[in-house]
Every structure is written in structure tokens, then in C-alpha cells.
């Protein structure tokens, strides 16, 4: 599975498929922010419509580093993911 880095003020986050797809054929999926190790390792899900490649992988590779900052602002936190098992992440810094 492909892991992409972004960084977004100042934190470098790892970006990689959620393994979330809706029931219609991929026309939506998830993504997985993690930033952080161990006890501090904090986790973020967005979803997005893929343009083009439908395969979860090859979509996110076509996403540029801009629109993935875009659904990081718009992004939910882990405790509130159904994909995180609704896993608490540390408070942010």
C-alpha cells in the first residue's frame, strides 16, 4: 500500500487509503492522516470522489499534495471513524 507524505503547518503527516469504499462501485474513499508514533501517533479520516482512476491506490496518487492539505482541514478525528475503530488519538500540540 502506498504511503504519501505531506506536510501541513509544520507537521509531517503520512497519507495512505483507509480501505473505505462505498457500496456504488468506488465512487468515494477514504484516506488515513497519521502523524506521530507509538502513545502520540494521531489519526484523522476524509473522504473524496476519485476523478479518474478508481483504484483506491493509483487515485491517491493522483491527488496533489494541495487538495490532500484541503481534506486534512476538513477531515474528521479518529474517535469520531468508524475505519479507526473509533480510536482516541492524543490531543493535538
Known amino acids: 500500500m502506498p504511503i ?4 501541513v503547518h509544520g507537521r509531517t503527516w503520512r497519507v495512505l ?3 473505505f469504499t462505498t457500496a456504488n462501485g468506488n465512487d468515494e474513499h477514504g484516506v488515513l492522516f497519521l502523524t506521530g ?3 502520540a501517533l494521531e ?9 479518474g482512476e478508481r483504484s483506491r491506490e493509483r487515485a491517491l ?18 474517535a469520531t471513524a468508524p475505519e479507526t475503530g473509533y480510536r482516541k488519538s492524543p490531543p493535538s500540540a
Not at 504519501?4 to 506536510?7: E, F, K, L, M, S
Not at 489519526?43 to 476523478?51: E, I, K, Q, T
Open 61 to 78: 496518487a493522483t491527488l496533489s499534495d494541495a487538495y490532500l492539505a484541503q481534506l486534512l482541514a476538513e477531515s474528521q478525528p479518529s
Open 37 to 39: 508514533e507509538g502513545d
Open 43 to 51: 489519526a484523522r479520516v476524509s473522504h473524496y470522489s476519485p476523478l
Open 4 to 7: 504519501r507524505t505531506i506536510t
Open 17 to 19: 487509503p483507509s480501505g
